[in-house]
């Protein structure tokens, strides 16, 4: 089955700098890779997705990358800002029928 | 609000006491999944349905734990005999059938067991 490793497990950043959290998948056959954003005490949101026929994406200050030869994937968050402060999980899932494998997540904290 | 609503908000139970936890999925989903979190983890999948089949179970699934969708709707999470290593979060979440439909979560149940 689906393993995916997530890293760093923390991330402290200044205000106004870039934050980076990279995950890796096991399952050549994956081919969706949501990530979502877990503030205390509250659902997972997703944030944004990217499918296999894609490298890159992008929505204002995120964005994810997607490697697939190495088999890994990166959210991409610019001018940081206090309320990004998060966990963030990664995700991915072989196929349409299959449920989503997550990371173990990153505590994501923007010092202001 | 007309997202994925989960009733209790908050469990607390003896160890030994079965629980019962109610997810109501956006209504025109027909994938309702059922995952577990514990502090510091991401969301372990439980469960999940396409209407009212349910089509797969994780190993994590004991015998203790069953889940139903009766009529493609709602759907039922029960924990028999509970034990302290249930404790944890439960949520659920939904989406709509096809390649890679977001999910979409509930708020989830917060599961103690004393």
């Known amino acids: 089955g689906e393993n995916v490793e997530q890293h760093p497990s923390t991330l402290s950043v200044q205000e106004g700098d870039s934050a980076v959290i990279k995950c890796t998948y096991s399952d050549s056959a994956s081919n969706y890779f949501p990530w979502y954003k877990q503030e205390l005490g509250k659902r997972p949101q997703l944030i944004i997705d990217i499918r296999s026929n894609v490298g890159e994406k992008k929505d204002q200050r995120i964005a994810v990358t997607l490697n697939k030869t190495a088999k890994h994937f990166s959210l991409h968050i610019t001018e940081t800002q206090p309320e990004d402060s998060a966990v963030y999980f990664c995700?991915?899932?072989?196929?349409?029928?299959?449920?989503?494998?997550f990371g173990k997540g990153t505590r994501l904290s923007v010092i202001a | 609000d007309t997202g994925v609503s989960q009733d209790p908000r908050h469990k607390i139970t003896k160890r030994g006491q079965n629980v019962t936890f109610r997810c109501d999925p956006i209504?025109?989903?027909?994938?309702l999944y059922w995952y577990r979190q514990t502090l510091g983890q991401g969301p372990e999948f439980l469960t999940y349905?396409?209407?009212?089949?349910?089509?797969?179970k994780s190993r994590l699934l004991s015998d203790r734990f069953s889940a139903e969708r009766p009529k493609g709707s709602f759907s039922t999470l029960e924990i028999q005999r509970t034990e302290q290593g249930d404790s944890a979060m439960y949520l659920c979440?939904?989406?709509?059938?096809?390649?890679?439909?977001?999910?979409?979560f509930g708020n989830g149940t917060r599961l103690t067991v004393t």
């Open positions: 349905f396409q209407n009212e089949a349910q089509l797969e």
């Open positions: 995700a991915a899932t072989p196929s349409g029928n299959t449920p989503l494998v």
């Open positions: 209504s025109e989903h027909n994938r």
């Open positions: 979440a939904s989406s709509l059938q096809g390649n890679n439909s977001p999910l979409h």
